[in-house]
Structure formats: C-alpha cells, structure tokens
C-alpha cells in the first residue's frame, strides 16, 4: 500500500490548518447606539469609548482601546480585532488600478525573460558563416584568429558580468526613482537595443547591444520589486512575487515554442531568419511599456469600513500624515546605502544572501536539462526539450499554487518547515540524479523526467519568495531594490563558475556528471539550513 512520508504529512496538515486559521473573517459595518455598553462580541461599544474620558482621552489622535469582558487586555488580540474593524475597502476605481498593476508587472517579466530567450533560440544561426554576423572590422579584416563560437562564448560571459554589475549599482538608482519609472525607462532601452540588433549583421554592434541588453536585464526584478511595495499592500506581497515568478517561467516555455515557430516560417522566406526573432522580442515590450504609462499614472485610493466614502477622511489622513512624518524623522536619512549597511550587520541578511545565491545555482540547471537528456540518457533532442519544458512547468505550478498556501502560514515554524520540505525534496531530485551517474542505481528516462520535474516543483518557491519578502519588509519603498540585487550579486558570481565548469566537461561521458550532481547537491543542502535558520530568526509578526 502507498504510504504517505511523515514529513510530507505534517507540512500538508500544518498548511491545511493553518490556512483555514487564517480564513478572514469579513466584518459587517453597523450603526450602533452611541449608550450602548457592549457589542455582541464582548467588546465595549466604539461610541462608548469615543464619550468616555476614562476609556480613551486621546480618541482624535490615536485608535480606540478596545478593553474585552473579564478585563484583562491582550495586546495582540486588541490589534488584531482592531485592524478587523478598521478593515480596509478597496474602492472600485482602486481595485481595477490594482488589477492593471499587477497586469503590467506580469506582462514585465513575461516580455522580458521571453526576450532574454532570443540569444539561445538562434545561437547557432548567430555563429554561422552563412546566415550568421559578420565577424570583421570595416577594413575586412578578421578581429582575431579565434573562432565565432569562442568570441560568442566570451561575449556571454562579459554579459554575465555585466549582469551582475547592474545587480550591484543598479539597486539605490531604482530605489531613488521608483519601481514602475525604472521599469518604464528600462523596457523602452531593452525595445531600442533589440531593435538595432535586428537590423545590423556587425558582431560589434551586436556585442555592444547585448552586454547593455543584460545590464538593463539586471534591474528588472528588483524594479518589479520595488513596484510591488509601492502599489500593492503587503498583504498581497507573496501573492504579486508568486505571479511574477510564474510569469518568467511562462514567459521562458512560450518564448521557445513561438521563436521555434517563428523560426520555421522565417526560414523561408530570410536569408537570416534571426532578425526577426530579436524585432519580435523588441516589439513586445511595447505591452507592457503601455500597461505601466497607463496603470502607473493612476493614485492609490482606499477607504476604511468606518469610512461613508470612496476615500479617506480628512482625520484620518491627518492621523496618517503625522505617523507617517514621525516614521521619516526616526529614519533621518534612510538612504539605500544605509538600510543595506545595518542589514549587513544581522545574521539574517547573510543567511539568506547565501541561500539566495546557492538556489541561484540550484535553479539554472535548467539550462543543461537538454543537453543531459540528450547526452547521458540518449534521448532526442525533441524529447530533451521536452524534459527542460517539464522542468519548467514544475517551477510554474509551484509558484501558481504553493504561493498562496506559503502566505497562509502566520508561524515562522511553519515557514521554516515548509520550506525544509520542499528543498529536502530537491536534495532529493539532485541525489537521484548523482546516484545514476555514480551506478549506485539506474534511472530510466521516464524516472529521470519525473525527477527533473520534482526538481523545478522543489526549489521555486524557497528561490524567490522568502528573500524577496525579506528585501520589501527590511529595505521598505526606499531600499528594497538594493537589497533584492545585493542577494544576486553572489548568485550571479557563482553561476558564472558553475556555467564554465558544466559547459566544459565531456558530456558524452556519465562518469563527467558526478561531481556537478554532487555541486547541486551541496547547494541545495546548505540553502536549507540557511533558509530554514533565517525563517526562525525572523521577528514573529504578530
């Protein structure tokens, strides 16, 4: 009989549970009389507070104490009952800004990791002597004796580079002029650089494009970020960075199946069918360059169920101004800068600077997933690209449906465990993979594919929520970009090490994969405990 693993059985009774803890309980506006002494729940009546000196003596400054039969005051659950009553509504023309904000976000990232899918679809079109660029100066002469796929392998690891110097510099500029701004500025370069690739053979302009390409490429998440905090409340943090992350894995799946088809009915009627493949990705940035000019022009406008307008009261805006001023004189000068400088001083900040960078590694295995099932498993190439398209939808069900469930979870053990979980399962996935190649046992291709899936379904959630919460939460509006793209700094740095090392070893030979199984291993393994010891030392939230 099949039998559920234990562990897999806590964390789907704990999540279950917890998410029905959690149901929120909507709250009915009423009209209660201004003597009543008490509501139906046990709490003093809001007009008897507001009248009564005794009770509250400060009702225009501060909100309402609320004091439960029996007397004794829970300070936790007076905010939580609170924050109920003041529950905030989400106005009409609020809910469709939202709505078109989170549209242009996704079609952001979808437009974007599609483009960044145009290099590999025709790399080997790009290097060749026939349809390829030309690689040669304006006298005609050779630019060096290497050949073109040598100077494409330097190109990409110069853009590798250039991808994680945007990483580092490009965060305080972001966070200075705001998350949908840079999106706009950035999607509009990325337009114009594609373009002037599609139209030009020289491998010079080309190479000057495309390193500007990954630069730019570099901001975008941590832009979409920042654009999260400034437009959506947190409790749609998770949410809103779960669609994201399901909109580049369906960005990367759709942009291979179109390029190729594009590519087919290309061929035909070019000489050099690439160009077409980069003016389509130039053209797509225009969808969501229009969603951000139009969504993002618009105002935030909520209202509380204590409220009788669309908008907020004049008091209350008082109220808010004045916390809100009180917050920006605590901070003095909260530059980016500053807020990574005592962040980096918190074992936190390092936990999940190092898990980050380690799932970075762990993650963009997918680029090999072809090549692995062609070459150790002697599958088509139809059906290697199959596997890498099963790998990706695994990342994409994970985020589409554990997003939710993770932001359901109010206890940091149930973070912390769901998260031991879902990276022990992707340990597993690695350890399978390295016992085939090692002959401790022998996976068929069936079995390999199953894995590889297990894998992208593992790692996904764990790879882009928790620090994406940590850099919203700890950098704020202000420096939440920097502190995204200070985490993929090092990610990027050990990608450009693991990427060399896969690409040159002998793939024909399944002896050659050991130690790179043995690489994912260990980086999904040390993830764990950092992830898992970062969630617990986080502040519970009450």
């Keep these: 009989m099949w039998r559920v693993p234990p562990v897999m059985l806590v964390w789907g009774v704990s999540v279950t549970c917890t998410g029905f803890a959690l149901k929120p309980r909507r709250i009915e506006p ?15 009546s809001p007009n008897i507070i507001r ?13 309402p104490v609320r004091i439960p039969r029996g007397g004794a005051i829970d300070s936790k659950s007076l905010r939580r009952e609170e924050e109920e009553d003041n529950e905030i509504l989400v106005s009409p023309q609020e809910a469709r800004r939202r709505r078109g904000m989170g549209a242009a ?4 990232y979808f437009t974007v990791m599609a483009s960044k899918c145009a290099l590999p679809a025709v790399l080997g079109q790009l290097t060749s002597l026939e349809v390829g660029l030309k690689f040669a100066t304006t006298s005609t002469k050779p630019i060096a004796t290497k050949t073109p796929q040598v100077l494409m392998a330097q190109l990409l690891a110069v853009s590798t580079i250039a991808i994680a ?10 966070d200075h002029f705001g998350g949908v701004f840079s999106l706009k500025v950035a999607l509009t370069s990325l337009a114009l650089l594609l373009g002037t690739i599609s139209v030009s053979d020289s491998f010079r302009v080309f190479s000057i494009c495309w390193v500007i390409v990954d630069f730019i490429f570099s901001s975008c998440w941590a832009a979409c970020i920042n654009a999260i905090h400034q437009n959506f409340p947190e409790q749609e943090w998770t949410n809103r960075i779960g669609i994201l ?7 990367n799946a759709a942009a291979f199946a179109f390029f190729a088809s594009l590519l087919a009915v290309a061929s035909k009627e070019m000489t050099q069918p690439w160009r077409i493949v980069f003016a389509s990705s130039a053209l797509i940035q225009g969808i969501p360059i229009a969603l951000l000019m139009y969504f993002g022009s618009m105002k935030r406008n909520v209202t509380t169920s204590n409220s009788t307008t669309a908008t907020t009261p004049k008091s209350k805006r008082q109220v808010d101004n004045k916390v809100e001023d009180e917050e920006q004189t605590k901070r003095v000068i909260a530059t980016p800068l500053a807020t990574l400088r005592r962040e980096a001083k918190t074992p936190i900040f390092w936990l999940h600077l190092v898990s980050r960078s380690l799932l970075m590694v762990f993650a963009s295995f997918l680029l090999f997933v072809p090549l692995l099932m062609n070459q150790a498993y002697g599958a088509s190439s139809a059906t290697a690209a199959q596997v890498g398209s099963l790998y990706a939808l695994g990342c994409l069900l994970s985020v589409s449906l554990g997003s939710n469930l993770y932001a359901k979870l109010s206890s940091n053990k149930h973070k912390a465990l769901s998260i031991a979980v879902m990276l022990g399962m992707a340990t597993i996935a690695s350890v399978a993979q390295w016992g085939h190649m090692a002959g401790v046992w022998h996976l068929s291709l069936s079995a390999s594919a199953a894995f590889l899936f297990l894998w992208g379904f593992s790692f996904a959630i764990p790879f882009y929520i928790p620090p994406s919460l940590y850099a919203l939460e700890r950098g704020g509006v202000e420096s939440s970009a920097t502190i995204a793209d200070v ?18 070893i002998q793939h024909s030979k399944i002896a050659a994969w050991i130690p790179t199984f043995f690489l994912t291993t260990i980086c999904s393994a040390v993830a764990m ?7 617990l030392l986080e502040e519970p939230k009450d």
Excluded at 30 to 44: A, E, K, M, P, V
Excluded at 51 to 63: A, E, I, K, R, S
Aim: contains cysteine.
């Design 30 to 44: 009423s009209i209660q009389s201004r003597w009543s002494n008490r509501r139906d729940d046990g709490f003093l």
């Design 51 to 63: 009248h009564n000196p005794l009770v509250n003596t400060h009702y225009n400054t501060v909100d």
């Design 105 to 108: 976000l996704a079609a952001t």
């Design 165 to 174: 110097a945007g990483k580092l510099f490009l965060g305080p500029v972001i």
């Design 245 to 251: 992350a399901a909109a580049a894995r369906t960005g």
């Design 487 to 504: 985490f993929d700094v090092g990610g990027f740095g050990l990608l450009a090490m693991f990427n060399g090392y896969v690409a040159g």
């Design 529 to 535: 405990v950092c992830l898992v010891l970062a969630t």
